[in-house]
């Protein structure tokens, strides 16, 4: 809640280490910045702007291979610069914690192709460089080129991806949680030990999929086990939501879809026996924004003659798994023998009110072009902090994941138009809290709460047993 009572709106900003993210072609945008992403600079403004606005935090995509389902190849992917070039997420977050106070960040990472213990550390490292400002994406992975390059002629099935990232999470809560106990270094220079052994447990974890016997390598970071994200929206994905997640990712075009999806997650976590308001719901959302409607009109028209209908396509192809080159661009979609491509262009029709209206194959790429497969809002800053008020009083949405458009533009133009309307509207923070992630989010301390499953693996709680 707000100093005024009503329930607050989270921010976080929505990029990748990469240049096209999720509006292929705006990159050749007379002020877009995205070629820029291999650089300290861009990172280090980008973190400099975000607090300027007060947003809750930074949350970084990533994927491991190119999505090459469209044309059977990766040939036009590379083309448009879709999601490749991608660099690491990781490396990014230390000077951009460097430069800020409070600004969080959430990174994606996988657990298909790396083993947990050290990745395990990577985490740990992170928390404690950013002193507890760090949150993890969890993600199966859903594109066969990353299995395919890692050694695998496919992905595994999808629920036994959930199972085997299942028991990731268990060896990663292990280490982080159940190896050293909170008092296990005492530096003491006197006697000239650094760490008292006997508060050091190994693991001893011999699961289906891992074998871990030993102890952590890293000492207890500030939250221990990071903030943990999750964005599978599948029955199996929101079942791991429930039992894991701290935050969660929604994609979902239409109102009516994000509420529906909002509603199937507290169910979850409600079902795994926690508060179902335990977990922060972010949804998807592109601004368009200015110091009037028309002005923010204006902007749009000009972002769409850079949209490349071709890398729109190709983000779709990857998105549900069908080779849109096999369609000609202004072919009806009515013509497109697939349930998948028809329910997609359904909810597209909703969300951009043209119902009744015939779409082709080339205007489901244009609309993607701005702001990928989620909604977008095109208004004034009043206009738009209104919009998402009403969007979260009508979803039950804690909060907003705002892809870019152009970067980074769109968020300087949110952080000078719509922020000071929804502080206005006493929906928006006036400063930060103090603390770790977990705290800002939650303001109930650093660690994991008693009722997280990942709270089980605790060494205090060992010591009881």
Known sequence: MTATG?????????????VAHQSPGLWRHPEDRARDYNTLGYWTGLARTLEKGLFDGLF????????????????????????VPVNDPMLVVPPMAAVTEHLTFGVTAGTA????????RRLATLDHLTEGRVGWNVVTGYLPSAARNLGNEDQMEHDERYDHADEYLDV????????????????????????DPSKVHRIEHEGRFFRTPGIAFTEPSPQRTPVIYQAGASTRGRAFAGKHAEAVFINSPTQELISGTAAKIRQSAAEAGRDPHDIRIFSMQTIVTGATDAEARAK?????????????????????GIDLARFDLDEPIGDVKSNAIQSAVETFKKASGAEGEEWTVRRLAEWVGIGGFGPVIVGSGETVARELARIQDETDVDGFNLAYHITPGTFEDIVEHVVPELQKLGRYKTEYREGTMRHK???????????HYGSRFAVRSRSQV
Request: charged letters at 25%; proline letters at 4%; aromatic letters at 14%.
């Open 60 to 83: 970084i995509a990533d994927v491991l291979g190119p999505y090459d389902v469209y044309g059977s190849s990766d040939e036009a992917t590379l083309r448009a610069g879709t999601q």
């Open 300 to 320: 749009y028209d000009d972002l769409a003659q850079y949209v490349d209908v071709e890398g729109g396509l190709v983000l779709m192809s990857g998105w549900m």
């Open 6 to 18: 009503k329930r607050e709106i989270l921010f976080n900003a929505f990029d990748m280490n990469c």
């Open 113 to 120: 192709y790396e083993h947990p213990y050290p990745f395990a």
């Open 172 to 195: 990663v809560y292990k280490l982080l949680e159940g190896s050293w106990e909170d008092d296990a270094v005492v530096n003491d220079k006197e006697s000239g030990v650094f760490i």
């Open 441 to 451: 989010l939650f303001g109930r301390g650093d660690h994991l709460p008693e009722n």
